[in-house]
């Protein structure tokens, strides 16, 4: 690449600005593997998708195959989806539930643990050669916070997912805490793509300026159902709220909800009947006698979160995506995409939640296509890098207290990747969050 | 259009299912045309478009994660917002051209009937064209200008993933 920095983050103007060549040269994309991918703490999978023993799923992680399965013993397993003995793939399906996997090259089956279990004509192997030194490999970490597993490729990396993961764990237990149970994955998934780099994403989950004007049509829509979105929203300032930096990369941008209301805030359509009106009043009430009102506002306030690289969770009370995407070329990124929910919710308020999440985030809906439209049109845009190398990302940089609608939480992305990227350690700027503890959380 | 009459069961069948095909037929002209205030007009007002997720082609609205499950209202929001070009991943227009196969009127019980189709759209954009593989469930009611109403439709992409699609914002 040229000898331009990767970011310019002059706290004198102030001002911040990236360097659009890392969107687009190759190089940069194999320096992101390497020191990126292969060193952060990534997001495998949510408990709920293993309901029973030996259910499985198998995805790319980093790039690379994994299982993510739950075993005979009732533990979480992440193995790496390759036979030992010559290297394919082993198991090809998607999801499923069995006690073993075989490899259909030459047999070899192994279990939800990953031992080698049995293959054809075994006596023919030397003496002293052992299956047990021939299970799947794993990753050299594996963690979870609460139903979130994560693993990381790096075997010298010290950090326990807990530490890495900094005070975004509030905004995970914000999530978290709304099920008396375990928060639920939807059956399915939304499988899609973006003709953009990855990063750009990264930057557009938690971008509150972009809402009104990209999102208009879905805005237009709320209305039209009888919300009163200005209302909800803190009127002409955008989603109202503010932004935060939850350290390590990670970033937030949320709201409380202190209407009361019976219905959610934020990007809700209007409930069809009064019995969900009335079913969302009793969640509500739940909430707040095992919570406490203020940790309840927070709750169903909403929020955006960005868990550096590339895991976000959208929860605007309508409804709950987790989702994560990677890098296939420094112009095209594969999202996934999930639906969260409280189990316990009635189905009135379920198949609410459900439209609306598809509406909104849904790769046919009436949000997400004009988002993946937005990205590719800018990875077009940076076909110019080399006249105008710089995105600004300045908004309220001169602020204590930044808002959802300004860039707080894109600079706190870029720069901690400017430092995994060059070694220069991250300057904090400001809107430093500091963890609610459990005592204030109860109410009382 | 008077539809001719005959006793011959076998007949009848097929003078059913051209009078189905014409209505498919134009039913595609719309959403090619991008003539969609039309096109809503094809639909009863109570009405279910559903599109599952292509994980889930099975699927449906109650036990999974769908693509689409509009009713009336959110069909007619996502028609308007097309229209008056708020829709900025179909604005500009991409060009659309969709072909239609495989008509099968599967049960009519009294004029209600059920209908399967095969279709493939083609989305060009600039220098990107895109193929949408797909097959389709309509329930049908007679009645309206084209001799049917669209009471729900059901459109499965036979796609594993919407990759490297990326989105859908025109109508399927």
């Not at chain 1, 790096?154 to 999530?175: G, H, P, R, W």
């Not at chain 1, 793509?193 to 009104?212: F, I, R, T, V």
């Not at chain 1, 939850?246 to 009947?273: C, E, I, T």
């Not at chain 1, 995506?321 to 409280?342: A, H, I, Q």
Request: proline content about 5%; glycine content about 8%.
């Amino acid at each position: 690449m040229d000898e331009l920095p990767l970011i310019i983050d002059d706290r004198e103007t102030p001002k911040f600005w990236v360097n659009r060549a890392t969107m687009v040269e190759p190089g940069i994309l194999e320096q992101e593997r390497e020191k990126i991918f292969d060193k952060c703490w990534l997001y495998v999978g949510h408990e709920s998708e293993l309901q029973n023993v030996h259910d499985f799923r198998t995805r790319r992680v980093g790039g690379r195959p994994v299982i993510f399965t739950r075993s005979s013993e009732d533990n979480i397993n992440v193995l790496v989806n390759v036979c030992t003995h010559r290297g394919m793939i082993l198991e090809t399906r998607k999801e499923g539930n069995g006690r073993n996997m075989r490899c259909f090259y030459h047999g070899w089956s192994f279990n939800t643990d990953g031992k080698l279990t049995s293959m054809p004509q075994e006596d023919d192997y030397p003496d002293g050669w052992k299956k047990s030194e021939r299970c799947l490999p794993r990753p050299p970490h594996v963690d979870s916070y609460r139903g979130f597993w994560f693993l990381c490729w790096d075997k010298d990396q010290s950090e326990s997912l807990f530490d890495y993961l900094a005070n975004a764990t509030d905004y995970i237990d914000l999530v978290a805490d709304q099920s008396d149970t375990m928060m639920q994955i939807a059956d399915g998934s939304h499988l899609y793509s973006m003709q953009a780099n990855w990063k750009l994403l990264a930057e557009n989950s938690a971008d509150g300026y972009h809402a009104m004007t990209t999102h208009n049509r879905y805005i237009q829509m709320i209305s039209a159902s009888g919300a009163d979105f200005k209302k909800r929203t803190g009127g002409g300032k955008g989603l109202g709220g503010g932004a935060a930096d939850l350290g390590n990369g990670h970033a937030a941008v949320g709201a409380s909800d202190h209407s009361k209301g019976d219905r959610p805030a934020g990007l809700a359509r209007a409930f069809h009947s009064e019995e969900a009106g009335k079913d969302y009043k009793e969640r509500r009430q739940h909430l707040a006698e095992k919570y406490g009102e203020e940790w309840t506002d927070r709750i169903l306030g909403g929020r955006n979160v960005v868990i550096f690289p590339n895991l976000v969770i959208v929860d605007l009370g309508m409804g709950c995506t987790v989702r994560t995407f990677y890098p296939e070329e420094p112009g095209y990124m594969e999202v996934t995409s999930w639906e969260l929910s409280p189990p316990e919710i009635t189905d009135t308020l379920s198949d609410a939640r459900k439209s609306d999440f598809l509406t909104f985030w849904g790769p046919a809906g009436l949000a997400t296509p004009d988002d993946v439209e937005a990205l590719s049109r800018c990875q077009k845009g940076f076909a110019s890098y080399k006249i105008d190398p710089w995105n600004d990302l300045s908004r309220g940089m001169d602020k204590e207290h930044p808002a959802s609608t300004d860039e707080l939480q894109m600079r706190v992305f870029w720069r901690k990747y400017n430092e995994l990227m060059t070694g220069e350690p991250v300057q904090v700027e400001s809107g430093v969050y500091e963890k609610v503890d459990m005592i204030a959380r109860s109410g009382k | 259009m008077s539809t001719p009459k005959t006793d011959d069961p076998v007949a009848a069948r097929m003078i059913l299912r051209y009078e189905v095909e014409n209505f498919l037929y134009r039913e595609a002209d719309l959403m090619d045309n991008w003539l969609l205030d039309d096109w809503l007009a094809l639909w009863t007002e109570e009405l279910l478009y559903l599109v599952p997720s292509t994980d889930k082609p099975e699927g449906n609205p109650r036990e999974h994660l769908m693509f689409i499950q509009d009713d009336r209202f959110l069909l007619n929001q996502r028609v308007r917002s097309i229209m008056n070009g708020t829709a900025w991943a179909e604005s500009p227009r991409s060009t659309l051209r969709r072909v239609i196969s495989n008509v099968q009127v599967k049960s009519d019980d009294n004029g209600r009937l059920t209908v399967t189709s095969n279709f493939v759209v083609y989305r060009s954009q600039g220098s990107t064209l895109q193929v949408f593989p797909a097959h389709a469930e309509y329930l049908l009611e007679r009645g309206g200008e084209a001799n049917f109403l669209i009471r729900q439709k059901r459109v499965v992409l036979d796609l594993e993933e919407l990759r490297p699609h990326g989105r859908v914002a025109f109508i399927l």
